[in-house]
């Protein structure tokens, strides 16, 4: 089992940055695929950006490529996500997905693991 709890949302308004984190526990994170995902109201869940195990290889969603970046930092079970520029579509609750696997991907059912998520918030 893998336990995960993010952190750093908020309200904030158009052309703001935030920053994302999501802290695991309970098996070793190095071992774990990250994904950050999103949900607008009314909205079905979509992928936001992924990363490999070692923090090596990152991908990321049309709509946030060049804006937002996936981290993580290994020695602190942690996983980040950058958000720049931020837009008022970019308004959702934000949730971080871990799985036991040698190759993220852009599909929900890839995550076995899921947080609560946070809510962002992006006034005009």
């Known amino acids: 089992q893998v336990q995960l709890v993010e952190s750093g949302g908020g309200l904030v308004q158009a052309g703001a940055s935030l920053r994302l984190s999501c802290a695991a526990s309970g098996r070793t994170f190095s071992n774990y695929v990250m994904g950050w995902f999103r949900q607008a109201p009314g909205k079905e869940r979509e992928f936001v950006a992924g990363i490999s195990r070692d923090g090596g290889r990152t991908s990321y969603a049309d709509s946030v490529q060049g804006r937002f970046t996936i981290s993580r930092d290994n020695a602190k079970n942690t996983v980040y996500l950058q958000m720049d520029n931020l837009k008022p579509e970019d308004t959702a609750v934000y949730c971080c997905?871990?799985?036991?696997?040698?190759?993220?991907?852009?599909?929900?059912?890839?995550?076995?693991?899921w947080g609560q998520g946070t809510q962002v918030t992006v006034s005009s």
């Open positions: 997905a871990a799985d036991y696997a040698f190759r993220y991907t852009t599909l929900e059912t890839g995550y076995a693991y």
